[in-house]
């Protein structure tokens, strides 16, 4: 879907090659110099193909960018063909005739290429984002171990007036929980930010999907969950009488 200030501009080009063509009818009706009409001719091929740039990355930043995040294998084919009809139609090649100027196929192969280098690199971010969540979750499960020692008494008092096993455990579990989600909100308020100095910098707008902002914020409280069993678990085990003489 087009926005406003790109259909206004491919309007006004239009509207531009419209009055130039009507320009060349008004000279061929009034028997004008052959030269002059060749001139404004060309001025047209010019303007008509300023127009299938812009409308071609039009195409590009919105349909075939969406058909590729949905996955459609036949996306990437089209946008070649269409490129390479362009191309014939700009340099007056038929379409039986060879070129080398420019070849769908290895424009494909380029783009496979991108494709496989940037499935490369998404598996080492994956791999450098698993690490950096086992260290994280290492350091949760760190602090919640301290906090089990600094709270001992703490756990003796509330054992000894009624807390069960799974108080104690889902107590601690909570508090890694929050912990984890902490740093998983303000992972998220970083991303946009990135986000935001990427558009202002650069021409390219990143597209954010909710799901991508659920599921790594969903992830983080699992991490949470997980790395402070061990504390939670260890916390239900203490004896009431050695945590209240605890010191």
Request: charged share 20%; net charge neutral.
């Amino acid at each position: 879907m087009r926005d406003e200030k790109e259909y206004k501009d491919l309007i006004h080009r239009l509207s531009r090659i419209e009055g130039q063509v009507r320009g060349i009818r008004e000279m061929v009706e009034s028997d004008r110099y052959c030269v002059d009409i060749l001139t404004q001719v060309s001025a047209i091929q010019s303007a008509l193909n300023s127009f299938n740039k812009v409308l071609l990355s039009s195409h590009i930043k919105s349909c075939v960018v969406e058909d590729i995040r949905q996955g459609k294998e036949g996306a990437v084919d089209e946008l070649c063909k269409t490129i390479e009809s362009k191309v014939r139609a700009m340099k007056g090649i038929e379409e039986e005739d060879e070129y080398d100027s420019v070849s769908a196929t290895s424009m494909k192969s380029a783009i496979d290429t991108l494709n496989s280098f940037m499935g490369a690199f998404s598996l080492i971010m994956g791999a450098v984002a698993s690490i950096s969540l086992l260290v994280g979750g290492i350091g949760i499960m760190n602090i919640m171990l301290v906090s089990v020692t600094e709270r001992t008494r703490e756990i003796g008092i509330r054992m000894a007036i009624g807390a069960k096993t799974w108080d104690i455990r889902w107590q601690f579990l909570t508090e890694a929980m929050v912990l984890s989600l902490i740093g998983g909100v303000i992972g998220i308020v970083l991303g946009f930010v990135g986000i935001a100095a990427i558009k202002m910098f650069t021409s390219f707008t990143p597209v954010v999907s909710l799901l991508y902002v659920l599921l790594p914020f969903s992830f983080s409280g699992l991490v949470g969950l997980f790395f402070g069993f061990f504390p939670a678990y260890k916390a239900s085990l203490l004896n009431p009488i050695n945590a209240l003489r605890y010191e």
